[in-house]
């Protein structure tokens, strides 16, 4: 009897199985090392954001102070020559002038609180969009990380179900032995096999 058909047969169909197995596993980590790649760009990149979000908010604060010293040094020398241009008639501090000049004041103090209400609204704005910048770079992430742990646990199931489809002592189909064919021990078997 030759066995050497029977041996190539089982031989074969381990080494199949074995690159299956090792091809599906390298293509699973594959995989799951590209979605923690992605999930962790994908946090980086959300930080960028938030980060560009808050220095465009510094450069804003910035500007914002800039143009309320400018709005104060503004009305400083109205309110200076409104005074001048009273006195300069000879007319006495009181009275009308006297109310038109606190009335300058109550307006200009009015602006410079528009100019600080509006400042401090975009500054809590930017604050809100680098949050949220945050927080779905944090959703996405999560989301990638997931689909690539279902990915993984998938592949696997797949690899253990060839597994466990691969029959261990059956003799294959096309083999030239009968079913339920046990060789003997190389000990107990006659001389010239």
């Keep these: 009897m030759n066995f050497i058909p029977f041996l190539a047969a089982f031989v074969i169909d381990d080494i199949i199985l074995a690159i299956a197995a090792i091809s599906a596993a390298a293509s699973t980590y594959a995989n799951y090392s590209a979605a923690q790649t992605q999930a962790k760009q994908s946090k980086l990149n959300a930080q960028a954001q938030a980060d560009a979000l808050a220095a465009e908010a510094a450069q804003k604060a910035n500007e914002t102070a800039v143009a309320t010293r400018r709005k104060m040094e503004d009305q400083r020398r109205f309110r200076s020559s409104q005074l001048a241009a ?41 604050t809100y969009a680098a949050q949220n910048a945050l927080a779905i770079g944090a959703q996405q992430a999560s989301q990638i990380k997931t689909q690539a742990n279902a990915t993984l646990l998938s592949n696997l199931s797949q690899m253990a179900s060839m597994a466990s489809s691969v029959p261990t002592s059956a003799a294959p189909t096309n083999s030239p032995m009968p079913a339920g064919y046990k060789p003997r021990p190389v000990s107990q078997r006659p001389a010239g096999f």
Excluded: C, M
């Design 86 to 126: 009273i006195s300069g008639q000879g007319l006495q501090v009181s009275g009308t002038p006297l109310d038109i000049l606190a009335n300058t004041a109550v307006k200009q103090q009015q602006e410079l609180q528009d100019i600080s209400y509006g400042a401090d609204t975009e500054r809590r704005s930017y």
